[in-house]
């Protein structure tokens, strides 16, 4: 497993420091907020668009409107990789997993247009970054991809892994309650593909070893539920089958704080 490390280290380790490297807000983890953001939860709901719809606009500052620009692109690399790697193995967790991932970048799209910001994805074509590090993670994992199906599943369990690394880094720097919502749901679903992803490897008799979270998060993630609905800013459920005992109360905080 070393050489699936060594293969990704020049880009995706580059990419990450870029997210890692953003200052610390001091109030990023306020009253409410998780010690340990994007962890494994429990959770159902849904209705993104009316959740953030109800949250206030709050002042952006410049570490957050470069984490959404980073994350839009992001979002866009695991759509784009898994949209050939679905034309090259015919197996539907690719099709399946690259339109959760428009979602995704859609998700993030909504808060760029909240703000005003300037869209990175100036190209929706596949392939096509602003970002050079993401334009060449893209073609390393392409190019890894299509040497096996086995490796085009390690392919989208180490982008769900990095995705997951990413976000959690972004939230620790984040305190607007519309950009903790968005990116709490991006990482509940990354923990989904990462799980689909890890299954498929296990149907194949292969396995997967951490590279950005730890052995411990992984294996958390890999031998949880599949979890379900849309979450609010502190990860908590706040919709749909047994999201009652309190959760709309505890999302009315948060619209109100």
């Known amino acids: ?83 050939v790697l679905s034309d090259q193995w015919n197996l539907p967790i690719f099709n399946n997993i690259a339109q959760s991932e428009q979602r995704h970048m859609d998700m993030v799209k909504i808060l760029l247009d909240r703000y005003e910001l300037a869209d990175p994805v100036t190209d929706s074509s596949v392939g096509v970054f602003t970002d050079p590090q993401l334009q060449e993670l893209y073609d390393a994992l392409v190019a890894r991809g299509k040497v096996s199906l086995v490796e085009a599943l390690q392919v989208g369990a180490t982008i769900e892994d990095l995705d997951i690394k990413d976000l959690q880094d972004l939230l620790a720097r ?8 968005v990116y709490q749901n991006l990482c509940k679903g990354s923990r989904n593909h990462l799980r689909a992803f890890i299954s498929q490897l296990s149907l194949n008799n292969s396995s997967y070893e951490a590279q950005y979270l730890t052995p411990e998060e992984v294996e958390a993630i890999s031998t949880s539920p599949m979890e379900r609905g849309m979450v609010n800013a502190d990860g908590v459920q706040v919709f749909g089958p047994g999201a009652g005992r309190g959760m709309g109360r505890i999302m009315q905080q948060n619209i109100t704080k």
């Open 174 to 181: 984040t305190d607007n309650q519309d950009i903790r919502t």
């Open 1 to 83: 497993m070393k050489t699936k490390t060594t293969f990704f280290s020049a880009a995706a380790f580059a990419l990450s420091l870029g997210l890692m490297g953003l200052p610390v807000k001091s109030d990023a983890r306020g009253p409410g907020n998780p010690a340990a953001p994007c962890a494994v939860r429990n959770v159902q709901g849904g209705g993104m668009a009316t959740i953030i719809a109800n949250l206030p606009q709050e002042e952006l500052s410049s570490e957050e409107a470069a984490g959404l620009s980073k994350m839009r692109e992001e979002e866009k690399l695991a759509r784009d990789v898994y949209r």
